[in-house]
């Protein structure tokens, strides 16, 4: 295809700000229209995540594009969940057997300035600030903005538009609306919200607590995370129902209710917190949601990518990941060479949407997980024969956990297949007490295990018998 085509990016967010300096560094002119202000200059990060969970995926297209150091040093390393119960005891359980696998907390607008700052050095990528899409014409591939400086509004066209606009994506509600081919659309809402607030450096700018962990205060209906940023702080997330529970959004309208909250609920992580009411009623309360759709493309004029195309609830950590690796398999159909914009389209859509269904469903699975079943000690046993399997057989046995997070080479839904598939083996065994309580086994002992967990895991592959196995 022709490099001195123009592409349009609606959306200069982390996805669309990685997407244009590929298609950059490929050669190709590239256009970015981004609603907000430019985040280098203003600070627009009030009521999104300030940090983000950094993994593998992620990281293999900041090597794609020759920043990996440059990334590495906006990281926290976080080698596994800080368990945190009522008493303010605290357990650390790691999130793999393996030293070498961990994740990373990364700072949302600290990855996202250095995206846009490689991106501009190239002369053939242009970046524009203040510019909110209102519609799509995807038959023309022209695209409508309202510019926010100006008041006035314009037509931009391009031989290709690609939306990586988020969750609210102005071309998914033009291919909605439009209704001029058949499009499939989903958008399903958890009952819970999510609340940022901060555990805040001490005076001397150190850490209030563990550094290299993501915590958890796993409440069975409702969970407080926090995660480490550069300067000593921490970003706290409030996971709460609206309306349910004895304690839940809709009712914690005053200080003395929030305050009696957390001193029932939370009081190790309150003590950290003299800020607590000022954040709470300052921040915004977020909703938090699952988008599908299909098709993300419109013959060869038009492309969805990103959350625009699959916003995902962020309970594994992985949605950046995921948008970035959407970049990474585009960028790999591009070097199949085919013969236009609509092969291309095609082919990346079906080699990617069954994963990114996976990693949605994955996700909403692992809200359960984090909010209630940390603290179950089955799930505790179950976690801690994985790690023992992945520490003594660091080449045979991946958890769930870590098939998604730190095996960038295996799919979303491969990986969420056998780690369903292994995970049902694990808990079989452990109700019918094939598996020590002691956990005080040799390593041949352990051998024998892995491969009864070998063979009750091929034996669920094959019967289908989880749901969501049957027809892959």
Known sequence: MNKQQNILIIGAGLCGSLLALRLGQRGYNVSVYEMRPDLRKVDISAGRSINLAFSDRGNKAMKLVGIEDKVKALCIPMNGRMIHDKEGHTFLSNYSGRDHEYINSISRGGLNALLLDEAEKHKNVSIYFNKKCKSVDFKKTTALFKDY?????????????????????????????AKKFL???????????????????????????????????PRG?????????????????????YNEGAYNFNNLTTPEIVSEFFQKEFPDALQLMPNLIEDFFNNPTAALGTVKCSPWHYKGNTLLMGDSAHAIVPFYGQGMNASFEDVVEFDAVLDQGLENWE???????????????????????????????????????????????????PDEYSSKYSLVTFNEDINYHEAMTRGRAQDKAILNMIADRDISSTF???????????????TETQEILEEGKIIGLKNC
């Not at 989903?186 to 919200?193: A, I, M, P, V």
Request: net charge negative.
């Open 183 to 217: 499009f499939s659309f989903s958008q399903d809402y958890l009952t819970h919200g999510y609340k940022e607030l901060s555990i805040l450096p001490t005076k001397t700018g150190d850490y209030k607590t563990y550094k290299n962990a993501l915590h958890i205060w």
């Open 343 to 393: 092969a291309v389209f095609k082919t990346y859509e079906a080699t990617r949407k069954r994963d990114t269904d996976a990693i949605a469903d994955l996700a909403i699975d692992n809200f359960h997980e984090m909010k209630d079943h940390v603290a179950n000690p089955i799930f505790q046993k179950k976690r801690k024969l994985e790690m023992a399997l992945e520490e003594n057989f």
């Open 440 to 454: 005080d086994m040799t390593k041949e002992e352990l051998k024998i295990i892995l491969e009864k967990v070998k």
């Open 149 to 177: 400086e100006t008041k006035s509004e314009f037509i931009e066209d391009a031989d290709v538009i690609i939306a990586t606009d988020g969750a609210g994506s102005a071309m998914r509600k033009s291919y909605y609306l």
């Open 221 to 241: 209906r409702f969970m407080l995370i926090a995660l480490p940023n550069l300067d000593g702080s921490f970003t706290v997330t409030l996971f709460l129902s």
